[in-house]
């Protein structure tokens, strides 16, 4: 059931304004490669419900289930090119999440940083922010628009760029930020809150360091989760969430 105005109201929220970065493998499913209608219209529904709450909110898709550039160089293919694919493949992903919420009535704006107007805006940070006002959700494509960029990189930009609260990193299935992989060692111990300090010093593989520098500089707080339990994306949005929240801490 949509959340009335009251119901807003009365519902304590941490962040007004979130960019939620979102993988491409997350949008693959157990299929882990291509797109799968019934996990992107999951996905939808999961960030509509978050938007009910009168968050504001931008995405940033992945596209490694499509195209990864560091596999294209892999194959010998010039770096530049193999990242220009990968570009390619967020906005195809991009395209797909943006049906999937218009499908169930939600404004959306798919904002390409390579020019591709037959399928989606030019990216104009004013623009953005405006669409953001009006309560449109905003899809950032085609990372930074230059090679040698995550999207990692281009999550905490866009996230400067528009004065966004903080990154809601959602992961699959992985609940938070560990001091080694749970998977191979058990005795990895989970970090409930850490300095984005910490993160450097430690080398937590979390986002590249192009992206955590950009995060640390500009005091944006991160937020990883686990995506695949439902309603955390709402949660995440409430700063109620079980996961790891990175800041800038005291310095």
């Avoid at 009365?10 to 157990?30: D, F, H, P, T, W």
């Avoid at 596209?63 to 194959?75: D, P, Q």
């Avoid at 995060?215 to 790891?244: H, P, R, S």
């Amino acid at each position: 059931m949509p959340f009335s105005c009251n119901q807003t109201k009365e519902i304590s929220m941490k962040y007004n304004r979130v960019l939620l970065k979102v993988s491409g493998e997350a949008l693959a499913g157990e299929q882990r490669f291509g797109i799968n209608p019934v996990v992107v219209a999951d996905v939808a529904r999961q960030i509509k419900d978050a938007k009910d709450l009168g968050v504001e909110i931008a995405i940033v898709c992945g596209g490694g289930n499509i195209w990864r550039g560091a596999t294209g160089e892999k194959m010998g293919m010039v770096r530049a090119t193999a990242d220009y694919m990968g570009m390619l493949a967020t906005v195809m992903n991009g395209m797909a999440l943006q049906n999937a919420l218009e499908a169930i009535g939600v404004d959306t704006r798919l904002l390409s940083a390579i020019d591709m107007k037959e399928v989606a805006e030019p990216y104009i940070r004013r623009r953005a922010v405006r669409h953001l006002e009006k309560g449109r959700i905003v899809i950032f494509g085609a990372g930074t628009g230059s090679p040698f960029f995550t999207t990692d990189t281009t999550a905490a930009l866009r996230a400067a760029e528009v004065n966004a609260d903080v990154i809601l990193m959602a992961k699959n299935g992985v609940d938070g930020v560990y001091s080694d992989d749970p998977k191979i060692n058990p005795q990895a111990k989970k970090y409930d809150k850490i300095t984005y300090l910490d993160v450097l010093n430690e080398d937590l593989h979390i986002m590249d360091q192009t992206a955590i520098t950009l995060c640390k500089d500009n005091g944006i707080d991160l937020c990883v989760f686990n995506m695949q339990e439902d309603g955390n994306i709402a949660k995440a949005c409430q700063g109620i969430v079980q996961g790891t929240t990175i800041s800038k801490g005291d310095e």
